[in-house]
């Protein structure tokens, strides 16, 4: 289905990139959760771990879209994953309850860089590719992300069991520094980049924004997706439940691996099927998954089949609005619209991760916010509706 997008060597040589990394960050990924777990920190702090990985998209969406559109791509996307290993490295010092908020430190800074790679890397894809393939470019992705977060996850779960999570990190570390050697080589041809300053691109961008209401529809259209940010939710029911079943790795590199597994074969069935005119559906479906799922989460094996089935059309959703997105956005202001499209995604990913912490402090039933989450999908593909009839 790929084959012929992936004999473009900057795609090809950038998704081996791709894979390395996220199956790296994956793989920490339960260490890091595993720790906070064994820490015992209380359901907030837990939160406020998770929701730092979310936070840097937010804070530097304006001044990161404008400094992708103004630097050359191949330079400053080898300087961010040098800064990534290098905050991989720092996750050494973490040794016992104390040092947290040493980790969200860290955290913080890494996902600085990684947002930025994000952000430079959707910014460059549309200018590899030609429309017709753009799609297909962003599904591969997208299975990249999914295929690498099931490997990582459940390689990363018996790493952490056997090994414990310090090991796991230099891990990482080394996949990092592995990556970096690869990127150097992709054939990246440097396109002539602003010559305005970045406070005048800030500003550009957001009279952009403002004149271009479709745009805006759109990215609160695929921020969506951002509802399916559970990892806090997945914690807890490993906290409460699973781990009276099986170890906590285990459980967390087995129900995110199930997750991630659909997330990777969920376009391979509906990738093609999914279109402007059934999108509403699919959202809702995605919104029945949710719910579903909710009565049978307290089980550990039957929770395994609800997540599969909650992933399963998660991918597509985040491919295709993210298609929509930059199919409407001029190349000039890709950059910035990018990044703050990701600002949109990474709000809605913490006011889900913390309405999570939050609701669970006050003792709301866990069922009952994961039912929560389900409507709030079937209330966008209303919203879609809505715009469709007027933009579209």
Known sequence: MYKQLLKNPVIRQLSIVQFIAYFGSWFSNVAIYTL??????????????????????????PMSGAIVDKLPFKRFMIILLAIELIMTLMYLMI?????????ILFIFIRMTAASLFFTAEMSLLP???????????????SIIWSSTFALGMAAGGLATNWFGAHQVFLIDALLFLIAIFMFSSIPIEEVQKKSQTLHSMIKDGFAYLKDNHLVLHLMLLHSVVALTSIDVLVNLLTDYHYKYVIAIPLALGWINGIRALALMIGPLFIGKLVNSQNLHKVLMIQGIMFILWAFVEHDFYMSLIGMFAVG??????????YTLLQEQTKSEYLGRVVAYNDMVFMIVSICTTMFIGVASKYTIPLYIITIIIGFGFIAVSFYYLWFKRKYL
Request: proline share 3%; hydrophobic share 50%.
């Open 127 to 141: 200018q590899v590719v030609s429309n017709d393939e753009l799609k297909q470019a962003n599904e591969l992705h």
């Open 36 to 61: 906070i777990l064994e820490f015992g920190v209380s359901p907030m702090v837990n939160a406020m771990v998770v929701a730092t990985y979310s936070l840097p998209a937010i804070i530097l969406a």
């Open 95 to 103: 040794t016992d309850i104390s040092d947290v908020w040493l980790l």
């Open 312 to 321: 399963f059309f998660t991918t597509t959703l985040w491919s295709y609005t």
